[in-house]
Structures are given as structure tokens and as C-alpha cells.
């Protein structure tokens, strides 16, 4: 995470983030990003049901690979609204492109917070003028401020980076907290940088990015309504272009990784309730879906999520939760590690050093190595732990 | 539940339950069940991988169809113990033999608590001798009491009823609270009977039974590696014999699934820090199995769970957790009722009386219906809510 003195920027963006009053007075509610010229735009969205209104405007929007602006509120997702939903996004975005003085096409619109209640359609439009105006190169942390719902601290990750002979910048913010088990995306990304690149393959890079990043987290096994990550790449850069196939995409690629893994893990640490980051490893899977398979089911189980919250070394939770993972096992052939400590190996438990492994226990940060020894094939997940303060923030959320 | 005075008995069958110390001195922690002549059995295990040790020996047993005795332990599962965890249990299983003057091969095992510790093998079998002298025909009680870990309450329900022109008797006791979701029995559960029935009939009415009890609960969506259902018939009521394909089979079914059904929800009533009783029926689906993935997602969310938990009427959550189900929905059939008030219809909220809602929330007791529109098939699941209870008891289960 950048330091607080170093002002963000990414050459072609202006961003702005205000209260409408949809929260409470005193919290930013409406975010907005912004690029001068349109950009070239890639987006992924979740794999739910009911995805939010604004998700299927974008979904349609996308499609010709140009978007311009970005608006986003907190406080109410804009879910399970039906055709009244898609109505008062179509309002938004018509007020947004008109303040804005550019096509309604080129606007994207994002909505987080409570499902099943009516989106705020006065309150957003009366601040929209103001918001604006205020737009700046340097108010990309109050548009991601304005996004903010139970998250404790904000997520921004910026690089910069020499792609196709040029300084190129790559800047990110996310949303996170809760309902996350992205399939795909967590809540709310945004990326945005000034390189020049061509629209497959920005796509594919964007993509992969994504799978190598936000598809690897857990923070409660939930999946959104609303989650949603996008890319813009204003070009702005004049590098030498960014085409698929080309050895310099993989420089931006990995540019671009770093962005996302740090959000990623960020969005994990400020879990609901997390006080722990856990790395879940799996090795040695016939397959990286089989990997996959294993390693969530070690995440998303309660009890082990509650046994790291405990600092409970109960690690036979985690052999149940792998055993319970639906995937064949050869028992003989797991082992199981956590930190630098041997506990099960050969169906049986080691016989381990019980202090070292409390210490483990102790630490905030915590990795689980599971190994199968079927194949070469392996999966890893970041998640947290299940605190009494998860429950607490998730009974009295609505009300 | 059967009221304390009246004391609990099946013809046949004597029981006995002890403290060996395993867990507090005060607390009984070894069972037996005992019929004094081989009884035919039947029995479902866990799907898990890392099948707990007694598990695997019963799975050999249970094949010659017959069996005499079960001893329990709690304050230790034997599972993830390799070699020696099998060895460990087969000497239990002889010293019980030795002691009940029955063949080895008529014994089954069952174990509950820590995983991945070694069974105290010399405090069971020292208390052996104690517990076998006091097998008696009231002592079913004790043995359900020595199986509980985290329970609060007993779970025993037994029926009495006329079939095959005569009177039989069906007793049932388990044991549930955490890492409940069976797939196929849920923990422990043992069912006495003295109905006269041959063993392919015994075979297909249990596991038709457990399908539509303990198959449907589900309290933290953990899949435990011990769990084990195991019916006894010996056939003292002297009954017309029970054979498959015959009327009165379906008599001997439905007093089955009336036992176990009250035992399965006793589980859920039970399970972990649990405040709420929620029922949650998916109607309307394609199939048996849509319908249950519906329920399930929505059932094992920490999300919904929540919300029962904080008496929240977020009803959008039940949405978002169905929508991650993974099953083809179309949006505009589904319906969803909280009791009896119609929330969502037609893709969007409907103008309900949230006073009622929140009427319903309040309740320890609440019904969940989704209608998917897309054809005949439902399935009922039984659930808990997550409350701070629960991640205190699994925070600080093992240490």
C-alpha cells in the first residue's frame, strides 16, 4: 500500500468521492472515476444468479470495449430489485453521462451494500452535479472511500513500471469485507493505468490476472450478487502497444498481478472479524481443480476457520475438512504441514513438537501445506479466520 | 422426547454408561449397548476420507449382517490415527468381547471427539470390567449420556407399535452439536429395535430412513469423519417377519423415520451454539437434487445464518445464497416466503408488511420457503443459526 504523502495518480484519470446521505452524513457514499478520453475496458462479473442491476447494464455496455466512467454507490446494491432495479441504474447513468457531456454508453455503474431494497434514485442524482466538479487527478482514494461498506481500512495498490519503452502506471482500489468467495471477482475492483494496449489483449491479460488473484480468496465462502472487477487502459502511455502474444504483455501482466494480489490479500485481511490471514497450499493434486477442490474445502470449513480464530492447534479439522472435500484420496500419501511443523503424514499423526505448533497457533499469519502426492498439480487459497466479531457485524447488518 | 418417568427400555436389550476419565471425572465418556442375543444390523457411515478407525473396522463387521454390542467413547474420535488407531480399537473390541462372552466379529466401535489424538486405550479398557457388570435394561439413558461431547441436551426417542400383529418397540438415541453435515448419518446415531425382519429389508428401510432424516440437517455444513448410523432388530417381538416388498414393512418404516426424524431435529434444536430452529424447503425444482443444492447453499451460507441469528430480516441474503447455488434459476419464477409472507416474486421485492417480518425474525422458529418455478421436485433441509456461542465452543474446543 502506498504511503499517505504520496499523492495517487494515473495520467488520464480524475476521480471524486461525496456523501449523499444513502449512509450515515458524515461517511462517502458516491464514488466516481473517471478518464478523459474513453478507454479501453475489460471487465469480469460474478457467476450468481441474481446478479445486480447495474452488473447486467454493464455486461451489455462492455461488449463494445470502450467505457469512459465509472459510478459507484455504498449502502445498497441495487440486487434482487427486478425490472425497478434496472430502471433507477438506466437514471443514474443517464444524469451521470449528461453532467459528464459524453455518450451514456460509455458509463458503468456499481452498487454494493444491502440486497432487496430500492436504490436511493434522489439522493444519488441531487449529488451528482457536485460530484463532478469536484472531480481530480488526485481523488482516487475518496472514490474508493466512497465504495467502502464494513471494510476497516482501504485497499489501493499502485505500480509503475517500464512496458513497451514507456513509464507506464498501474493503479487499483477494491471493496471487500464480506459475501467473499469470489467467482471471479471480489465486490468491487477498479483498475486503472495509462497503458496502450489492444482489446484482446487487454481481456485475456485481465482475465488470467484475476483467476491468479481474487479467484484464489475466501473470506466467508459467500458469493455476491454485485461482485465485479474492471479494467480501463487509457493509452495515454504512448507505449509501444500492448498486443496478445508479445513478450512485453507479460511484463504489464505481472505489473498488473502485483496490483491485484495485493488488493486480494488486502480484502482477506480486512476480512469481517478476520484477525488471521491464512495461506492454504495444496501440492501434489492429479489435477489443479482437484487442488482447488481441497484447498476450499479447508477454507470454507467453520471449524477449522473458528479453530485458527482460537489459536487451537486442532489440525485433525483440517484433515476432516480435506476428507470431506469429495475428491479421492490416497490416505497413505497425504501429509499435512502447518508452518514449518510436520503433523500428519503416512494416516497418521506425527509426532510433532506440541510448543512450536501452539506458537504457530499464536501468529497472525498462518500457512497450512497440505500435500496429496497424487500428481504435480497444486492450488492455493488466502482466507481468515471466523471470530466472534463476524457473527456480530453479519446479525446486526440490515437493521 | 420421552418424560423422565417413564423409564426407557427396548425387549432384548440391556446398556450401561460410566466415567473412565477420558474427559472430567464427572462427566460419563464410555457406553455400551448390548442385546443379549445377535441381533441383525444395519448401518450407514460417512462419506468423509479420513473415516475414523472404528469406522473401518465396523464397515468389515456389518457385512455378515449380524451383530450383538456397541461400545462408545467420547473425549477422543480416533480418526486421523493411522495404523495404531486401528490397532487401538481392536483391543478394545477384544477386551469387551472377552468381558460380554461374545464372538469379537458381533462387537462394533464407535468413537467421538478430538480428531488425530491417540485413543487413552488403558483408561477404556480398564473401565471395561465396570462397564459390562452394569448392563441393564433402563440403561439406555447412561449410554446416550456417555456419547455426548458438546451436546446440552439428550437425544433419545423411542415409539411402540403394533406390526405384523404384534407390539414392537423402536428406540433411538444420538448424539449431534458440531461438525454436522451428514452425508448419510450425523455423528452417532443407534436405533433398537425388537422387530423381527430379515436383513435385506432391515438394510433398505434404515437407509431409506436416514435419507429422509439425518440426510436433510445440517448445522455448521462440516462433514464429520465419525459419523455412523447403526440399527439392531432382535426380532424378540416375534413378529410376522418383516421381508422387503410387504404392507407392513411401510408401517415398521414410517415408526423409523418418526424416531429418527425427532432425533435429527433434536440434533439441529442442539447444534452448536444454536438459537433457532430453521426449516428451510425448496419447491418447484427440475429434480431431488436441484432442489436440494438450492437448499443447501442457502442453508450452509454464514451469511443467512447470521441474520437468523441477530433476528434480521435480510432476506436479500437468502436471494444472494440461492443465486450461488449453481443451478439454473430463472429469475422471474422464483418466489421466496419467510413464514407466511411473500418477500420476493416476479424478480423483484414485494410490498410486504415488514412489521410481520420482523414479527417472524424474532422467532425460534422459522420457516423459509422458495418456490423455483421450474417443475415438481422439493426437499426440506433443517438448519441452525450461526450465533457468537458457536465460535466460542469451536474457538476453544480442543485446548
Same mark, same amino acid.
Given at each position: ?58 455486461? #451489455? ?27 433507477? /441504474? ?14 451514456? #454508453? ?43 461498506t464494513t ?25 471487500g469485507a464480506g459475501m467473499i468467495e469470489p467467482n471471479?471477482?471480489t465486490m ?20 488470467? /490476472? ?7 480468496i475466501s473470506v466467508d465462502g459467500c458469493m455476491s450478487?454485485?461482485d ?37 490479500? /488486502?480484502v482477506v485481511?480486512d476480512g469481517e472479524g478476520a484477525?488471521k490471514?491464512i ?17 476450499y474445502?479447508?477454507a470454507n470449513s467453520n471449524l477449522v476457520k473458528t479453530?485458527f480464530y ?71 487459497v488466502y482466507t481468515s479466520d471466523l471470530s466472534?466479531e463476524y457473527v456480530k457485524i453479519n446479525a446486526?447488518y440490515?437493521?
Amino acid at each position: 500500500m502506498p504511503k499517505k504523502e504520496n499523492k495517487i495518480s494515473v495520467p488520464g484519470f480524475t476521480a471524486n468521492g461525496i456523501s449523499v446521505g444513502i449512509k450515515s452524513p458524515s461517511q462517502k457514499d458516491l464514488g466516481l472515476i473517471h478518464c478523459n478520453i474513453p478507454a479501453r475496458v475489460a471487465a469480469v462479473f460474478t457467476k450468481n444468479s441474481f446478479k445486480a442491476a447495474p452488473l447486467l447494464i454493464n455486461a #451489455e455496455r462492455i461488449k463494445r470495449g470502450m467505457a469512459q466512467s465509472i459510478i459507484t454507490n455504498s449502502g445498497c446494491a441495487n440486487a434482487a430489485t427486478g425490472k425497478q432495479g434496472y430502471k433507477d /441504474a438506466l437514471i443514474i447513468s443517464g444524469e451521470i453521462a449528461k453532467e459528464l457531456q459524453i455518450k451514456e #454508453e460509455l458509463v458503468l455503474l456499481s452498487s454494493t451494500g444491502v440486497i432487496g431494497k430500492r436504490l436511493p434514485v434522489k439522493k444519488i442524482t441531487s449529488g451528482i452535479g457536485k460530484l463532478v466538479k469536484g472531480l481530480n487527478e488526485f481523488g482516487i482514494e475518496d472514490a474508493q472511500s466512497a465504495m467502502m461498506t464494513t471494510d476497516k481500512f482501504p485497499k489501493i495498490s499502485i505500480k509503475k513500471g517500464i512496458v513497451g519503452a514507456r513509464d507506464i502506471t498501474i493503479c487499483g482500489i477494491a471493496k471487500g469485507a464480506g459475501m467473499i468467495e469470489p467467482n471471479m471477482a471480489t465486490m468491487l475492483t477498479y483498475v486503472m493505468t495509462d497503458a496502450l494496449i489492444d482489446s484482446k489483449a487487454l481481456n485475456t491479460v485481465f482475465r488470467q /490476472a484475476i483467476d491468479a488473484t481474487f479467484n484464489t480468496i475466501s473470506v466467508d465462502g459467500c458469493m455476491s450478487t454485485n461482485d465485479m472487477a474492471i479494467i480501463m487502459a487509457n493509452g495515454m502511455a504512448k507505449n509501444n502497444p500492448l498486443e496478445r502474444a508479445q513478450a512485453r504483455l507479460q511484463l504489464f501482466r505481472e505489473m498488473l498481478c502485483d496490483v491485484l494480489m495485493e488488493l486480494c490479500q /488486502a480484502v482477506v485481511k480486512d476480512g469481517e472479524g478476520a484477525t488471521k490471514f491464512i495461506t492454504i497450499l495444496v501440492e501434489g493434486a492429479k489435477s489443479r481443480s482437484e487442488a482447488r477442490r481441497a484447498a476450499y474445502a479447508v477454507a470454507n470449513s467453520n471449524l477449522v476457520k473458528t479453530a485458527f480464530y482460537g489459536c487451537d492447534p486442532n489440525w485433525g479439522r483440517i484433515i476432516a475438512a480435506l476428507g470431506s472435500s469429495g475428491i479421492t484420496l490416497e490416505r497413505e500419501r497425504v501429509t499435512l504441514y502447518l508452518g514449518n511443523v510436520l503433523v500428519f503424514s503416512q494416516d497418521s499423526p506425527v509426532n510433532y513438537n506440541s510448543i512450536k505448533l501452539k506458537d504457530i497457533f499464536q501468529k497472525n499469519k498462518i500457512d497450512v501445506r497440505i500435500g496429496l502426492g497424487a500428481g504435480d498439480k497444486s492450488y492455493c487459497v488466502y482466507t481468515s479466520d471466523l471470530s466472534y466479531e463476524y457473527v456480530k457485524i453479519n446479525a446486526e447488518y440490515a437493521t
